[in-house]
């Protein structure tokens, strides 16, 4: 391999790293906002329905991140594809 594709392959790592960084934050700090553990004046209505919210949450990031997974792996596998596709033209 030239030094030029192990500098891109650093620079995608880097961006995907930079990308997921921010989200995983943002999800992280979204999820903090709604579940205050430690308020003592909740009710056990209140309580459950933070637990709920928090429940919907981590569903909405597990789903965002197999979304992200499966878009990723699909882009990883298409390359090949597309580069004999356009060598054949």
Known sequence: ??????????AKLTL???LVSVL???VIIWSM???PFDDPYLSNAEYKALGA?????IAWAKSGAL????VGVYLH?????????A???
Do not use: C, T, W
């Open 1 to 10: 391999m030239n030094k030029i594709k192990i500098l891109e392959a650093i």
């Open 16 to 18: 995907h790293v930079i």
């Open 24 to 26: 995983s934050a943002g």
């Open 33 to 35: 906002g709604i579940v």
């Open 53 to 57: 919210k928090q429940d919907l949450v």
């Open 67 to 70: 979304f992200f997974y499966a």
């Open 77 to 85: 596998l298409i390359r090949p594809f597309r580069k004999k596709s």
């Open 87 to 89: 060598i054949a033209d």
